[in-house]
C-alpha cells in the first residue's frame, strides 16, 4: 500500500498553470491523471497552493463525474448508456459484466482493484452502439459475449506479463 | 511553417497548397473519426503508409512540402458520417468509397486502386445488389446537402494548409479586412443563422447585442459541450474539420471586438481535444491566430476547456461557471449571457455547428445561404440518425426536409424490416415524433408546434420493440442524475417523476400515477431555473401525448405491449421441451421453480422475481419469456 503522497507531481501541475485559481478543474483533471484519482491529501494541498477554501475544491471535485476520491481500478471499462446504445440493448451487457466481475450497481471496482465498471452517458460513437471503452479504447458493436471474451483477454494478457 | 505577414503572404501560401493538391496523383482518405478508428482505421493508415514506402510509393502525408507531380496524398480525414460501414476509405479522383476495409485489404487496395485505376468490388457498398462506385451516389448520400461537413471525410483534419487550399480562412481576411463588425453582424442576421444548439435563437443578433455593450473586455465562448445522448454532430465537426469552426469564431471575434475565445469540449471527446489543439497550434504557428493578424491590427486568440462530465455545462451560465473553475450551476437570468458573461463580461456564446456555418455565409453571401432551407429557418442542419435504423450516421440536410426523406431515403428504413413506433429528436430536452409526422418539416419552428424540439440533433429511431415507457423512464433517469440540484422544481420533480416512472415499468402504477406525471411535469416546465429543467419533462408530456395506451396497458392490464419491460414479462417453462434435469430450480434465487425429476418443471409466477437466471442457465431452451 502507498501511504506516502508524492507531492512534486502536483507541484509541477500547479506551476505549469501559473497558480491561478480559474484554472482549478484543469487542474484536477491533471492531477487525476497523473495520481489516477484525487487523494485527499492532495486536494487540500491544492486548496492551500491557489489560496482557495478547501471545501470550494471539495465542492468541484465532488460535483463533476470525471472527478474520483477513490482510487480506481487497474483497468476502466466504461459502458455506454446513451439513447442509441440504450437502444440496442446496453444494459444487458453491463449486467452480465457486473456479475463477472462480482459488481453491482452500488460497488464499481473489484477487490483486487482490477477493474473498475461504470457507465457513461454518451460517448458520442451512436453509430456503432453498443459501445463500451476499455482503457480509453473504444469496442464497437458490443455484446454480452463479446464483452466477457475481451474481459478474458485483458486478464490472460496481464497473467502474461506477471 | 513560416509565419503569414500580410494577405499577399496568405495568397501565395494558399495558391501553393493548392497546386500541391491539384499535382496530387491520388488522394488516400482514410477515416479517422472516433467510430472508423474504434474499427482499427489508425492500423490501415499505418499499414498503407508503410507498404507505400516499401515499395517506393512518393507519398505525402501533409502539404507542407514543395509541390510535384505524380505523388500519392495520404490523409487521415474527418467523419462521413456512415460509422456503421467504417472503417471507410475514399480514393479520389477515383471517387470511390470502400467501406469496412480491413488490414488483409491493404495490399490489394495499394495494388489495384493507388498504382491502378481498378475498383475493387468486394470493398464497395452494396445494396440490393446494386454495387455503388461513387461515394455521392449511395443512397445515404445523395439525398444529403454536405455544406458545413463537406470537408469531414474529404480533407486531412489536421493540415491547415489542405483547408487553406479549400478557401479556407478567406472569409475570416475578407471580413478582418473589408468589413467592419456591424456589417458582419448584419450579414448574419439577414442570413438567418439561427443557434445549431437547440434554441435557435438568431446568431446575429446576439453578436449585435454584444457589440454593442459599453464594457470594451468581451469572450466569445464556443459551446462544444455536446452532452445529449445520441448526438455527435459537434463532435464531428471537432474532429473533422477543426479549422472551420474556429474560423467562425475568428469572425464573431472581429465582428463583436472580442480578444479571446473559449471552447468548451466534453471530456468523454478526447480526440476531437487533440484534433482541436492540433488546428489552434497550427493556426498560430502560421499566424492566423495571435497579435495583430497579417498586420490587420486584430488580435485573438483561442483556449480549449475540457469538461469533467456534467450535462448541465451545456447551458450558457453553467458553462460559463465551469470555465471559471467553478461548479457548472446556472444562475438566474438576467443579466444575460450577452451583457454579463465569462468573467463577468459581454459573452458571445454560440455552439459548434453554428460557427461553422459563418464562414460559409461570409464566402458565399446571404442570398445563398438564404436559398437553402425555409423562410424561417435558412441553412441546413446536421442530424445525428441512430437506434434501429439501417444506415446509422451522421447527416447534414436542408432545414425543412421531411421525417419520411430521413428516415427511409437516407437511413433506408427501419431495421430488420420492423415496424416504425417513434423518433425521438432533441434528446432528454426533446419529444417524440410518430408515424402520422412522418411528413412533418425538420425545422425550428414546425417541430415546436407538435411538441418536439430540433435539439442539438439527435434523432434515435425506435422500432416496435421499444417501450417508451421504458424510453421515458429513461431520459428522466438521465435528467435526475445531471439535476444539479440548484432549484427545487427540478431535483426534487424529476426525482419524483422518476419514482412513478420506475413504479409503471415495474408493474405497481396506478391511474392516479398518470396524473401525477402530468402534473408534475407542467410545474416542473413552468419553475424550473434553466433550460434543463424546464424542459426535463418533454419525453414525459410527448410519450403521455403520443402513447398513452401503452401507459393504460402498463398501469391496468399490467403489460407492456412492447415486451421490454423485464418486470411485467411472464417467464414459463415450455413442457414440450423440458427434460426434468431440475438446473433451473437450483438457480432460482426465489424458489419459484419446482417438479420431478425428468418430469416437465413449472414456475409458480407469485414465487417468480423475473430475474431470468433460469432463461440463460436451461440447457434445452424450454424456459421462455412472454
Not at chain 2, 496523383?25 to 477515416?31: E, H, P, S, Y
Not at chain 2, 417467464?571 to 426465489?590: E, F, H, T
Request: glycine share 10%.
Amino acid at each position: 500500500m502507498e501511504n506516502k503522497i508524492d507531492y512534486e507531481k502536483a507541484d509541477e501541475i500547479l506551476s505549469s498553470y501559473g497558480k491561478n485559481s480559474c484554472y482549478l478543474i484543469a487542474i484536477m483533471q491533471d492531477i487525476q491523471s497523473e495520481y489516477k484519482y484525487l487523494p485527499v491529501e492532495i486536494l487540500e494541498h491544492v486548496a492551500h497552493e491557489l489560496d482557495v477554501s478547501v471545501a470550494k475544491v471539495y465542492s468541484v471535485a465532488t460535483f463533476y463525474e470525471n472527478f474520483s476520491l477513490e482510487p480506481k481500478g487497474k483497468h476502466v471499462i466504461r459502458i455506454c448508456d446513451g439513447t442509441a446504445c440504450h437502444v440496442r440493448k446496453s444494459i444487458p451487457i453491463l449486467e452480465k459484466l457486473r456479475s463477472e466481475l462480482g459488481l453491482s450497481d452500488k460497488k464499481h471496482t473489484t477487490d483486487n482493484m482490477e477493474f473498475t465498471l461504470e457507465t457513461v452517458s454518451c460517448l458520442g460513437a451512436c453509430g456503432l452502439a453498443p459501445v463500451l471503452t476499455l482503457d480509453e479504447v473504444v469496442h464497437p458493436a458490443m455484446t454480452p459475449e463479446k464483452a466477457v471474451t475481451l474481459l478474458n483477454d485483458v486478464r490472460k494478457e496481464d497473467a502474461a506479463h506477471e | 511553417m513560416n509565419k503569414l505577414l500580410t494577405t499577399q503572404d496568405y495568397e501565395k501560401t494558399c495558391a501553393i497548397a493548392k497546386d500541391h493538391l491539384e499535382k496530387q496523383q491520388k488522394r488516400v482518405l482514410i477515416c479517422c473519426g472516433t467510430g472508423c478508428v474504434a474499427g482499427g482505421s489508425l492500423q490501415i493508415y499505418d499499414r498503407i503508409k508503410e507498404k507505400c514506402k516499401e515499395q517506393g510509393i512518393d507519398v505525402c502525408v501533409s502539404l507542407e512540402h514543395e509541390p510535384h507531380d505524380h505523388n500519392i496524398g495520404l490523409k487521415k480525414s474527418g467523419c462521413h458520417g456512415f460509422c456503421e460501414m467504417g472503417p471507410l476509405l475514399k480514393i479520389e479522383p477515383l471517387g470511390v468509397l470502400y467501406i469496412k476495409v480491413k488490414l488483409e485489404d491493404c495490399d490489394e487496395i495499394i495494388e489495384k486502386s493507388i498504382l491502378g485505376d481498378e475498383i475493387i468490388d468486394r470493398l464497395l457498398y452494396k445494396l440490393e445488389d446494386k454495387a455503388y462506385h461513387r461515394q455521392e451516389e449511395i443512397p445515404f448520400y445523395k439525398k444529403q446537402t454536405r455544406l458545413v461537413l463537406a470537408n469531414c471525410g474529404n480533407s486531412d483534419a489536421e493540415d491547415v494548409l489542405e483547408y487553406m487550399a479549400k478557401d479556407g480562412y478567406e472569409a475570416f481576411i475578407k471580413s478582418i479586412f473589408t468589413k467592419t463588425g456591424e456589417e458582419l453582424c448584419k450579414e448574419v442576421t439577414d442570413a438567418g443563422l439561427r443557434g445549431r444548439g437547440g434554441g435557435g435563437y438568431p446568431a446575429g443578433k446576439k453578436w449585435e447585442q454584444v457589440r454593442k455593450q459599453k464594457e470594451t473586455v468581451r469572450y466569445i465562448v464556443c459551446n462544444g459541450d455536446e452532452g445529449d445522448p445520441g448526438a455527435f454532430m459537434d463532435r464531428s465537426i471537432m474532429e473533422g474539420d477543426p479549422h472551420k469552426m474556429l474560423e467562425g469564431m475568428m469572425i464573431a471575434g472581429y465582428a463583436v471586438g472580442a480578444q479571446k475565445g473559449y471552447i468548451y469540449v466534453r471530456a468523454e471527446y478526447p480526440l476531437a481535444v487533440s484534433r482541436l489543439q492540433t488546428a489552434i497550434n497550427k493556426a498560430r504557428e502560421i499566424g492566423l491566430l495571435g497579435e495583430n493578424i497579417l498586420g490587420s491590427g486584430f488580435s485573438f486568440d483561442i483556449h480549449i476547456n475540457r469538461g469533467a462530465g456534467a450535462f448541465v455545462c451545456g447551458e450558457g451560465s453553467a458553462l460559463t461557471a465551469s470555465i471559471e473553475g467553478n461548479r457548472g450551476m446556472p444562475r438566474v437570468k438576467p443579466p444575460r449571457t450577452v451583457e454579463k458573461g465569462l468573467f463577468g463580461k459581454p459573452t458571445v456564446l454560440n455552439n459548434v455547428e453554428t460557427f461553422a456555418n459563418v464562414p460559409l455565409i461570409i464566402l458565399n453571401g446571404v442570398d445563398w445561404y438564404r436559398s437553402l432551407g425555409v423562410e424561417t429557418s435558412p441553412g441546413t442542419k446536421a442530424f445525428a440518425l441512430t437506434g434501429n435504423v439501417n444506415n446509422t450516421g451522421l447527416i447534414e440536410v436542408p432545414m425543412g426536409t421531411t421525417l419520411r426523406e430521413v428516415i427511409f431515403d437516407i437511413g433506408g428504413g427501419v431495421k430488420g424490416g420492423k415496424k416504425l413506433k417513434a423518433v425521438q429528436i432533441g434528446g432528454p430536452s426533446g419529444g417524440c415524433l410518430t408515424e402520422e409526422h412522418l411528413d412533418l418539416p425538420l425545422d425550428f419552428d414546425s417541430l415546436k408546434k407538435v411538441g418536439a424540439m430540433i435539439g442539438s440533433g439527435g434523432l434515435v429511431v425506435m422500432d416496435e420493440n421499444t417501450c417508451m415507457v421504458e424510453v421515458s423512464r429513461f431520459f428522466m433517469n438521465f435528467t435526475q442524475n445531471e439535476s444539479c440540484g440548484k432549484c427545487v422544481p427540478c431535483r426534487e420533480g424529476t426525482k419524483r417523476m422518476l419514482e412513478v416512472l420506475e413504479r409503471i415499468v415495474k408493474g405497481n402504477g396506478t391511474l392516479d400515477d398518470l396524473e401525477l406525471l402530468q402534473e408534475l411535469a407542467e410545474t416542473i416546465s413552468k419553475t424550473a431555473l434553466c433550460g434543463l429543467g424546464k424542459t426535463a419533462a418533454n419525453p414525459v408530456s410527448s410519450t403521455l401525448k403520443y402513447f398513452k395506451d401503452e401507459y393504460l396497458a402498463h398501469v391496468v392490464d399490467k403489460k407492456c405491449p412492447a415486451g421490454d419491460c423485464q418486470a411485467l414479462k411472464t417467464i414459463y417453462i415450455d413442457a414440450a421441451l423440458c427434460k426434468g434435469c431440475s438446473k433451473c430450480q437450483r438457480l432460482c434465487p426465489a424458489g419459484a421453480i419446482s417438479g420431478e425429476i425428468k418430469k416437465p418443471f413449472t414456475i409458480h409466477s407469485e414465487k417468480c422475481l423475473k430475474c431470468g437466471a433460469c432463461l440463460s442457465a436451461c440447457p434445452f431452451k424450454a424456459i421462455k419469456e412472454a
